[in-house]
């Protein structure tokens, strides 16, 4: 390993220690939104809750974030009528 890349790497510490933060914060956010939507909000719906709560943030970090924290959408069955129609 060269050793410019490894000082690169000590003073990015700093950065990765506050992205992490910030991950974990937006982690709560996005769960928080999942579960008030009984967990049937994925990456475009909780993305567009957060623009509305103006936070800034990327779809694709929410997208990240989320399967890193296994947060997954439930899929809702449909209702299928057991009635025939009158002919």
Known sequence: MARSSFYAWL?????RA???AAD????????????ASRQTYGVPRIHAELRRLEQ????KRVARVMRERGI???HRRRRHSLTRPAK
């Not at 974990?24 to 579960?35: F, G």
């Not at 800034?56 to 779809?59: F, I």
């Open 11 to 15: 003073a990015s510490a700093k950065t």
């Open 18 to 20: 506050a992205r992490q």
């Open 24 to 35: 974990e914060a937006l982690a709560h956010e996005i769960t928080v939104i999942h579960v």
């Open 56 to 59: 800034r943030v990327n779809r």
């Open 72 to 74: 997954q959408v439930t």
